[in-house]
């Protein structure tokens, strides 16, 4: 390998046990090149677990390669299992302002006994067991300016309460106006989830962060309704990114039709959305929907294990209230967990029937944009 003095952003593919050889060559790395802005180390397989082998191989590297580049904005180790050591190195890095890595699940914070940590860090992607560990990590500044936070959690997942003390936590610890971006998200997929719903009191302390951008917590279920919709549009005008739930809320929702519209039209800027709503109750009329303003910024509509009857009457609506739409999605993966409510054969019937929504929505919409040609021309 032959690297220039230079190079400022480097992304190393490593195997899946790194040799002794691979060591070395990263060690060498940090008297090589003092200008690197952005690191990357990946693994070429990933692995379900990290072995316990894993911190003490990565760590070193990090040790004596990481902390000499004063330089550093991006760090990217999503392999690596970070330990006390390690991240004192990491913490103390001037010019960090973004790091996605794991954390060992038995880290003790207490030990990073520093002056300041992570000065210019904005950006937070961490894999853990819990959220709980994000919060003690957490803790051991005063603030932080995040405007971006994600945690992974492996299997089994944090459950309600957890989450929303989490929630309530992060509420002295973040800087209000800055956080743009909040996920928290799970590794094992749909398994990976507490029997107990969330709901709306789950994330309102979230609304102390009022810049919102993006919210993602999935796999979990969920229990809302149209006036819990209404509300997260109230609170987050400026949403783009809205994923609620990830392979369905299993038990019909509460949330219907008409629902959508307040969401819609008050989240201006949304281009994606994922959760469930019952289709089968029509609480609208056609004359409402002619009426009702578009949202003209939606691309993806992904509405998980929900419930229909009238193919034609929910594409009537959807074209109403979105009219550049190009991903549509239900009943696929996004709604395994309702195959826990409904048997097979009527799984496979709602995700026909969506597909034949899918269809005509593209027709009603495409009317709808002749219509407003003509109606501007005229």
């Not at 994000?134 to 989450?163: C, E, F, H, N």
């Not at 919709?229 to 039709?257: C, E, F, M, V």
């Not at 691309?299 to 193919?311: N, V």
């Not at 190009?326 to 048997?343: C, I, K, M, N, Q």
Request: glycine share 4%; aromatic share 6%; net charge positive.
């Amino acid at each position: 390998m032959f690297l220039g003095p230079r190079i400022t952003d480097l992304t190393i593919l490593l195997p899946l046990s790194p040799t002794i050889a691979d060591q070395s060559l990263l060690i060498s790395l940090s008297a090589m090149m003092q200008d690197i802005t952005h690191f990357s180390v990946r693994r070429k397989a990933r692995r379900a677990k990290i072995s316990e082998e894993d911190p003490a191989r990565t760590n070193h590297i990090l040790k004596d390669v990481i902390s000499s580049w004063n330089r550093l904005a991006i760090l990217e180790i999503p392999d690596t299992l970070l330990t006390a050591p390690s991240l004192t190195h990491i913490a103390q890095l001037p010019g960090l302002r973004a790091i996605y890595a794991r954390l060992s699940p038995d880290i003790k914070f207490s030990s990073l006994k520093l002056p300041t940590v992570f000065p210019a860090l904005r950006r937070l992607g961490l894999t853990c067991n819990s959220v709980l560990t994000v919060q003690a990590l957490l803790m051991i500044s005063p603030l932080w300016v995040l405007q971006y936070l994600k945690v992974k959690v492996s299997s089994p997942g944090d459950d309600a309460q957890t989450i929303k003390s989490f929630f309530t936590f992060l509420q002295t610890q973040l800087s209000n106006p800055d956080l743009r971006s909040m996920i928290v998200c799970h590794s094992e997929g749909s398994g990976a989830y507490s029997s107990r719903p969330l709901n709306l009191s789950t994330i309102a302390p979230l609304f102390s962060f009022p810049n919102i951008g993006l919210l993602r917590i999935s796999p979990h279920t969920f229990d809302m309704n149209n006036d819990d919709l209404r509300t997260i549009a109230q609170n987050w005008p400026d949403l783009i990114s809205l994923h609620l739930g990830g392979y369905g809320w299993g038990l019909p929702s509460k949330i219907t039709l008409s629902g959508l519209v307040p969401l819609l039209n008050t989240c201006s800027k949304l281009l994606y959305l994922s959760l469930a709503i019952d289709a089968t109750i029509v609480d609208t009329s056609l004359d409402e929907i002619t009426f009702t303003r578009s949202n003209i910024h939606l691309k993806a509509l992904c509405l998980q294990d929900s419930r229909l009857e009238d193919p034609q009457m929910a594409a009537a609506f959807l074209s109403g209230i979105m009219t550049n739409a190009t991903s549509f999605s239900a009943w696929d993966v996004s709604g395994s967990r309702g195959l826990e409510h409904v048997s097979q054969a009527e799984a496979m019937l709602f995700e026909r029937l969506w597909k034949e929504t899918e269809l005509a929505l593209k027709l009603f919409t495409q009317v709808r944009k002749q219509e407003r040609l003509l109606t501007k021309i005229s």
